[in-house]
């Protein structure tokens, strides 16, 4: 899922409210596998929540899931962007590079914690980009993905 606010400290911050909001919102949503996800900066103006997937079904069949649950969070996640999920949309790698208007040249990161994330504003706000460089990368996790449950797939 991605989160974008408005390309400022503001609009990143109102991003990852609602990624976070989500995260716990998911739990209902899909159960346990909700524990597997991952906070991650996109690299401009949002936060990422992702989780790795198992599972035999189509990229597209997917992305409908996926498109069905973040049309269900956007009346309390109003950063929710739920334009991205077309097979043809690009997806950033862990650690990318992004040249960023507003904030100089970030990387996709994970966020692990609040203390991160207000690391994360002072870099941006201070456009360091050593600071992006030194942080480590952390792979996602791996998500059991069901398909005979109550409990929706993403």
Known sequence: MDFDGEPTIEGVKEAYQDAQTAKKMLYDIIGEQAKYLQLYFSGNKGVHLLGKCKTSLKPCEVLKKQKEIALELLPLCPTIDTGIYDIRRLRKLLGS?????NFGKTRVIPITNDTQ???????LETKNEEWFNKQKLKQLN?????????????
Not at 97 to 101: F, G, P, R
């Open 97 to 101: 590079y992004v040249n960023s208007v």
């Open 142 to 154: 791996n998500i059991k993905l069901e398909t005979n449950t109550s409990r929706r797939v993403i």
């Open 117 to 123: 994330f207000k690391e994360l504003l002072t870099a």
